[in-house]
């Protein structure tokens, strides 16, 4: 499976920006996904994760109510929406994947994901 996201960018405080995971591939629509972020000198964290099917969706508390992960399995494409954004927000955004046994199976491990993206950057300013 080949990962790449899109849409990162600069914003200001409180704007909101919606990233792009387009996956390819050997069926993608098989595969748990999730989003990761990376700043600068801390380590990979979780941010949000969806089951194959789509159903069953879980965000790091870090980013509820603010960010939401969608997918569409007829595009092979992970969205992640992110609103209010703040400058803690500022780091690498990360697309994941790794074959889900079950249509309700998702991870929020980082070591649960077989592949991944190149990343995309998401600035916010204050």
């Known amino acids: 499976v080949q990962l790449v996201e899109s849409g990162g960018g600069l914003v200001q405080a409180g704007g909101s920006l919606r990233l792009s995971c387009a996956a390819s591939?050997?069926?993608?629509?098989?595969?748990?996904m999730g989003w990761f972020r990376q700043a600068p000198g801390k380590e990979r964290e979780f941010v949000a994760a969806i089951s194959r099917s789509g159903t069953i969706t879980s965000h790091a508390d870090s980013v509820k109510g603010r960010f939401t992960i969608s997918r569409d399995n007829a595009k092979n494409t992970v969205y992640l929406q992110m609103s209010s954004l703040a400058p803690e927000d500022t780091a690498v955004y990360y697309c994941a994947a790794t074959f889900a046994p079950s249509g309700t199976a998702y991870y929020a491990g980082r070591d649960r994901y077989a592949y991944w993206g190149q990343g995309t950057q998401v600035t916010v300013s204050s």
């Open positions: 591939g050997r069926t993608p629509s098989s595969y748990a």
